[in-house]
């Protein structure tokens, strides 16, 4: 509406709408504030309106709004505009911009009083302090999250379609068993990789809202690695099958990590990426079509968690070199506490790799399978030796730091 | 001589405690030692009024009609130093459904009316006055029903209004009364259908709550209260949101010219006597 007043401004008469038949019960303050905002501070405005209790309703109107109203001998209002609706917004605070690419875009703090804020929006002052816990921009940040988060949409698959769980195949039992056994150790560590980013999800302040997203849509990927894994575990029939102490207390130490950069360097960087290699194996070597094809679509997905714990890292490591004396410490504490509790790679995991991997019980292929899992093993060692130098770290304490990584791959 | 100003103030709901809490950090961080009590009723509030256990109330209009005979009865005085803008000049409505064939005051002959609780002097006393003046009186020209709610709130909490209201859209009665404001809240919040409500008459002005100051409370804490309470900005930041609870953009200084009608009322209805004793049997 451009037209506003419907008599024009003259010293004689103040401004006048005429609200017509509409109410303040249908939205009639809606005309009124919109006039007001045309009327100086302590001016007048004239409304004309025939709506049926339009009298008592202007008055309680204005005195909710702090204007003030009196009526003139036709009935019209006179609305004073007071002075508290622009009262509001002195003091409020512009928090960054919404275009993470635009200078000062992204605070290097974020304030507690901005809360959920659209990043770019402009806040009140006087509201309440979140706290959100990670509210600094080297603690979460990555650059890349903005495209890895855009991928990560476009590769959603659906677990009903993106598999053929019809596909016809009968395994002998005992290779069945060993499948169901190598499932039961991926739930155990996808339902890990699912609380890792949630927990942290909830302290990221969503000023750093690209984080925040990758994250979502991180959580959402394990749940479907969860979900297929879960329905290849019972697709014959059979209950998940075993989970060992040492499995779940190498899996605790990374969900109880409370730093977020330490939890993404181990998760992703160490955890996530020795599971692309074992994700792979299993795209090859899996004796039936479904694993092969489910091992496929997560390792996909876990490719991305990796790149961003890589980029989070390669943007912190080089503004706080320090900060890798503290990663290689986190590192050792997980050896040492894990190697007292006796965590690892169950046997049950070890020997389901192998059988899987040789596809029926000869010696021959027995011996293949031993020899593909070894295979793996140095491929996985050797992964993490390459990232842990992308990272910064010199040759031998990569090399180092890479076998220290627990037996659980995770 | 003491140094905490203690005020009184009715726990009609539990964003009261917010409130009072938050005016007393605001008050320490200007150096004004404020503690406030909480009553469940007005009517304990006022007689504490009188027994010094509490420095300033914030009264109803009807505590403060009470407290002013009390005073008046014991050669007394008491005063209202301040108020909210929102306080000044409301009125009450009496509202039909559209299209009930009620337009006029002869209309409502032998209908059934619906009022909020007993002591509420928005939906209750200034309703009943206005009818009588109209030469309808509740029992021989029609049947009052009350939505009570939290008697001894006086009127504070809404809920008895919004009740009516429902039944009036429900058809359990044919008219209900309510403050302007509310009527505005429910046709805006949909609890009355927008246009399916018209309104048969409009009470004339009143004023509402204020800060009653009891006989003998320490002058020198009083003023430094209503200073720092005229001082309160709606621009200030830490202000607002204590502000917004409590429904004003500004504290005014208190008058106690608005009250003549529910003087009028009070007498006419017997709710107290001249000393400000409680009269009405059936008010708990
Ligand atoms: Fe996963
Ligand atoms: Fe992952």
């Given at each position: 509406?451009?037209?506003?007043?419907?008599t024009?401004?003259?010293?004689?008469?103040?401004?006048?709408?005429?609200?017509?038949?509409?109410?303040?019960?249908?939205?009639?303050?809606l005309?009124?504030?919109?006039?007001?905002?045309?009327?100086?501070?302590?001016?007048?405005?004239?409304?004309?309106?025939?709506?049926?209790?339009?009298?008592?309703?202007v008055?309680?109107?204005?005195?909710?709004?702090?204007h003030g109203?009196?009526?003139?001998?036709?009935?019209?209002?006179?609305?004073?505009?007071?002075?508290?609706?622009?009262?509001?917004?002195?003091?409020?605070?512009?928090?960054?911009?919404?275009?993470?690419?635009?200078?000062?875009?992204?605070?290097?703090?974020?304030?507690?009083?901005?809360?959920?804020a659209?990043?770019?929006?402009?806040?009140?002052?006087?509201?309440?302090?979140?706290?959100?816990?990670?509210?600094?921009?080297?603690?979460?940040?990555?650059?890349?999250?903005?495209?890895l988060?855009?991928?990560?949409?476009?590769?959603?698959?659906?677990?009903?379609?993106?598999?053929?769980w019809?596909?016809?195949?009968?395994?002998?039992?005992?290779?069945?068993?060993?499948?169901?056994?190598?499932?039961?150790?991926?739930?155990?560590?996808?339902?890990?990789?699912?609380?890792?980013?949630?927990?942290?999800?909830?302290?990221?302040?969503?000023?750093?809202?690209?984080?925040?997203?990758?994250?979502?849509?991180?959580?959402?990927?394990?749940?479907?690695?969860?979900?297929?894994?879960?329905?290849?575990?019972?697709?014959?029939?059979?209950?998940?099958?075993?989970?060992?102490?040492?499995?779940?207390?190498?899996?605790?130490?990374?969900?109880?990590?409370?730093?977020?950069?330490?939890?993404?360097?181990?998760?992703?960087?160490?955890?996530?990426?020795?599971?692309?290699?074992?994700?792979?194996?299993?795209?090859?070597h899996?004796?039936?079509?479904?694993?092969r094809?489910?091992?496929r679509?997560?390792?996909?997905?876990?490719?991305?968690?990796?790149?961003?714990?890589?980029?989070?890292?390669?943007?912190?490591?080089?503004?706080e070199?320090?900060?890798?004396?503290?990663?290689?410490?986190?590192?050792?504490?997980?050896?040492?506490?894990?190697?007292?509790?006796?965590?690892?790679?169950?046997?049950?995991?070890?020997?389901?790799?192998?059988?899987?991997?040789?596809?029926?019980?000869?010696?021959?292929?027995?011996?293949a399978g031993?020899?593909?899992?070894?295979?793996?093993?140095?491929?996985?060692?050797?992964?993490?030796?390459?990232?842990?130098?992308?990272?910064?770290?010199?040759?031998?304490?990569?090399?180092?730091?890479?076998?220290?990584?627990?037996?659980n791959?995770m | 001589?003491?140094?905490?100003?203690?005020?009184?103030?009715?726990?009609?709901?539990?964003?009261?405690?917010?409130?009072?809490?938050?005016?007393?950090?605001?008050?320490?961080?200007?150096?004004?030692?404020?503690?406030?009590?909480?009553?469940?009723?007005?009517e304990?509030?006022?007689?504490?009024?009188?027994?010094?256990?509490?420095?300033?109330?914030?009264?109803?209009?009807?505590?403060?009609?009470?407290?002013?005979?009390?005073?008046?009865?014991?050669?007394?005085?008491?005063?209202?130093?301040?108020?909210?803008?929102?306080?000044?000049?409301?009125?009450?409505?009496?509202?039909?459904?559209?299209?009930?064939?009620?337009?006029?005051?002869?209309?409502?002959?032998?209908?059934?009316?619906?009022?909020?609780?007993?002591?509420?002097p928005?939906?209750?006393?200034?309703?009943?006055?206005?009818?009588s003046?109209?030469?309808?009186?509740?029992?021989?020209?029609?049947?009052?029903?009350?939505f009570?709610?939290?008697?001894?709130?006086?009127?504070?909490?809404?809920?008895?209004?919004?009740?009516?209201?429902?039944?009036?859209?429900?058809?359990?009665?044919?008219?209900?009364c309510?403050?302007?404001?509310?009527?505005?809240?429910f046709?805006?919040?949909?609890?009355?259908?927008a246009?399916?409500?018209?309104?048969?008459?409009?009470?004339?002005?009143?004023?509402h709550?204020?800060f009653?100051?009891?006989?003998?409370?320490?002058?020198e804490?009083?003023?430094?209260?209503?200073?720092?309470?005229?001082?309160?900005?709606?621009?200030d930041?830490?202000?607002?949101?204590?502000?917004?609870?409590?429904?004003l953009?500004?504290?005014?200084?208190?008058?106690?010219?608005?009250?003549?009608?529910?003087?009028?009322?009070?007498?006419?209805?017997?709710?107290y006597?001249?000393?400000?004793?409680?009269?009405?049997a059936?008010?708990?």
């Amino acid at each position: 509406m451009n037209r506003v007043f419907t008599t024009p401004m003259d010293a004689s008469s103040p401004p006048t709408i005429d609200s017509e038949a509409l109410g303040f019960d249908r939205g009639a303050h809606l005309l009124v504030k919109h006039a007001l905002a045309g009327v100086a501070v302590g001016s007048t405005l004239r409304v004309v309106s025939k709506a049926p209790g339009f009298r008592a309703h202007v008055v309680a109107w204005c005195r909710s709004q702090g204007h003030g109203v009196s009526f003139d001998e036709a009935g019209r209002a006179l609305i004073v505009r007071g002075g508290y609706q622009t009262g509001r917004w002195r003091g409020a605070e512009r928090s960054g911009r919404s275009d993470p690419r635009s200078p000062d875009a992204v605070a290097e703090q974020a304030k507690a009083s901005w809360g959920l804020a659209a990043r770019g929006s402009t806040v009140e002052a006087g509201g309440p302090e979140w706290d959100f816990a990670l509210d600094r921009k080297h603690e979460v940040w990555a650059d890349e999250a903005v495209d890895l988060y855009r991928q990560a949409l476009a590769a959603q698959w659906d677990p009903e379609t993106a598999a053929d769980w019809n596909a016809p195949f009968e395994l002998p039992d005992e290779v069945e068993d060993a499948v169901v056994q190598v499932m039961t150790y991926l739930i155990e560590n996808e339902n890990a990789a699912l609380l890792v980013p949630a927990r942290f999800l909830g302290r990221i302040h969503p000023h750093y809202r690209e984080i925040m997203q990758l994250l979502a849509i991180q959580v959402a990927d394990e749940a479907r690695h969860v979900d297929v894994f879960t329905r290849r575990a019972r697709l014959k029939g059979r209950e998940p099958a075993l989970s060992t102490v040492g499995g779940q207390l190498s899996l605790k130490t990374l969900v109880d990590e409370p730093d977020f950069s330490v939890a993404a360097f181990l998760l992703s960087v160490l955890g996530e990426g020795t599971f692309v290699n074992l994700l792979n194996f299993l795209h090859v070597h899996a004796p039936d079509p479904v694993t092969r094809r489910i091992a496929r679509l997560a390792a996909r997905d876990e490719a991305r968690h990796v790149a961003f714990g890589m980029a989070h890292l390669s943007r912190r490591l080089n503004s706080e070199p320090e900060l890798r004396a503290r990663l290689a410490n986190a590192i050792e504490l997980r050896h040492d506490t894990l190697s007292a509790g006796g965590a690892g790679l169950n046997e049950e995991v070890f020997d389901a790799l192998v059988l899987l991997a040789a596809g029926e019980w000869t010696p021959a292929a027995i011996a293949a399978g031993f020899e593909r899992v070894q295979a793996l093993q140095s491929e996985m060692a050797e992964g993490r030796r390459l990232r842990l130098c992308r990272l910064g770290f010199d040759e031998p304490e990569a090399e180092r730091l890479a076998s220290l990584h627990t037996r659980n791959f995770m | 001589m003491p140094e905490t100003l203690l005020m009184g103030a009715v726990a009609y709901a539990p964003k009261v405690v917010t409130i009072w809490e938050g005016f007393k950090a605001y008050f320490a961080e200007r150096g004004l030692a404020f503690d406030y009590v909480l009553y469940s009723n007005y009517e304990r509030q006022v007689e504490a009024q009188f027994e010094g256990a509490i420095h300033v109330a914030w009264n109803s209009p009807l505590a403060w009609v009470r407290a002013e005979r009390m005073a008046r009865a014991r050669g007394v005085a008491v005063s209202a130093v301040a108020m909210r803008d929102t306080d000044r000049d409301l009125s009450s409505l009496i509202v039909v459904r559209a299209g009930a064939g009620i337009e006029s005051f002869a209309d409502l002959r032998g209908r059934t009316v619906g009022f909020g609780a007993v002591d509420s002097p928005q939906a209750t006393l200034i309703p009943l006055e206005h009818l009588s003046r109209h030469g309808l009186q509740a029992g021989r020209d029609f049947t009052a029903r009350r939505f009570d709610q939290l008697g001894g709130k006086h009127g504070d909490h809404i809920g008895g209004e919004r009740d009516a209201a429902l039944a009036l859209t429900r058809g359990e009665i044919d008219a209900a009364c309510m403050i302007d404001s509310n009527h505005l809240a429910f046709t805006t919040e949909g609890i009355l259908p927008a246009g399916g409500t018209r309104i048969l008459a409009q009470t004339d002005a009143y004023d509402h709550c204020n800060f009653t100051v009891s006989p003998g409370a320490p002058t020198e804490l009083v003023d430094r209260f209503v200073e720092l309470l005229l001082a309160m900005s709606w621009d200030d930041p830490a202000a607002r949101p204590l502000m917004e609870l409590e429904g004003l953009k500004q504290w005014l200084p208190g008058r106690t010219t608005g009250y003549a009608l529910l003087e009028r009322a009070v007498d006419e209805q017997g709710f107290y006597d001249a000393d400000g004793r409680i009269l009405a049997a059936d008010y708990r």
